[in-house]
């Protein structure tokens, strides 16, 4: 069937077999591969997206189910003025070790510090209570996050004069 | 991994979808969420000739009271739930812990009360609260209890050509307070045990009405009818609801697996339920 994904603000039309999966869509036929399949059982968030807004795992929806959706993949965070907080503030953090769970730690961590400027440890780690990192990783990815909202905030502060 | 083959029709309308049901028969299903069929469809434990996708269908994307109920739509997802002033008590209790946050954004309330997992979280909540799932088929629509709808481990007792277009929960009208104690291995695991507790209280102080229901402990979620019996017309008291809680282990048989031997858990079922239930006063005593 057609369909036409918008991926990081670009229109991608092709035509998809029904049982086809969004992370397959986005992988092989997009050819965007920093989506990553980890679990491939609606587990691990390795395939974390933002689809309408929302972080989803794409290995859980079906391609066609996306179609005329606005998908936001690891790719589509960096910025005209280079890297996207959450990314300079994973590099800074050493918020990652082998880098597998890391797109859709970042994807997440950038969605909640769009609907919460300023996360708790405990918000942070409730948001990606649905992301694993089997280097355990955990305490630097919690602090890149945070890290990355503090400077989200200072860098709107700053724009506001204020 | 993927499904195996299969005709995809997106539904416009709900006559369409259900119309698109009974031509498919056996071999269809509906899909909302698909945050449980899309996994069995790609174990091939689940393996559907024709997917009616009702994501497209207007109109179904409330949560809101009205004539005395909350109405929740087939197609509002756990985080809806979970962010709504109209949801109450243990439904508000129960949302956060309804798998993880990922699959709360895409899964349904309506999708995993049909799916009749028993040891799914949400029938707990509507056996404690109540509810009734409403069904629309060819010759319109119906309300089904929930202690009617679910026939067993994921089987329902719908018509092949009805779909869950919503649930009806009663609001209370006077005081109430509820809650949803679940214990797990890990976020977005079953349930270990889970407790889901509703009172409501009258004038004086008394409980005009109490649910009680557990997740994971039995064949399927469990109503502790001479609990429930029991708190009807007492005032609150730790003594009571001790007394509650020692109805619920009797009732629940759980088993010994990778979770837990058989007898720790129904100590988490006694704990849990004088815990809930105590919570759930204090939230019915201070609204």
Known sequence: ??????????????????????????????????????????????????????????????????????VTTVEGLKTADGLHPIQSAFTDDHGLQ??????????????????????????????????????????????AIRTAAARTAAAASESNGS | MFPSRFDLIVAETISDAVQAKADAGEGGRFLAGGQSLI???????????????????????AIERSNGHLHVGALVRHADVAASDAAFGAIVAAAPWVADPLVRNRGTMCGSVAHCDPEGDWNSVLLATGADVVARGPGGERPIPIGEFVDGAFTSSLAEDELVVGLRIPVPAGRSGGAYLKLERKIGDYATVAVASHLELDDSGAIAAAGLAMTSVNPINTKVVDAEALMVGQQPSAELFAEAAELAAAAAEPRDDVRGTAAWKRQVVRTYTKRGLAAAAQQAEGS
């Open chain 1, 1 to 70: 069937m057609e369909i036409t994904v918008t991926i990081n603000e670009s229109d991608h039309a092709g035509d998809v077999e029904p049982r086809t999966l969004l992370v397959d869509h986005i992988r092989r036929t997009v050819g965007l591969t920093g989506t990553h399949i980890g679990c491939d059982t609606t587990s691990c968030g390795a395939c974390t997206v933002l689809m309408d807004g929302r972080p989803v795992k794409s290995c859980t929806v079906l391609a066609a189910q996306a179609d005329g959706a606005e």
């Open chain 1, 98 to 143: 082998c880098g597998f769970c890391t797109p859709g730690m970042m994807l997440v961590g950038a969605s909640l510090i769009a609907e919460n400027p300023d996360p708790s440890d405990d918000e942070v780690r409730w948001a990606i209570s649905g992301n694993l990192c089997r280097c355990t990783g955990y305490m630097n990815i919690v602090k």
């Open chain 2, 39 to 61: 996994p069995m469809m790609k174990m091939r434990v689940a393996f559907p000739e024709k997917l009616i996708d009702i994501n497209r269908i207007s109109g179904m994307d």
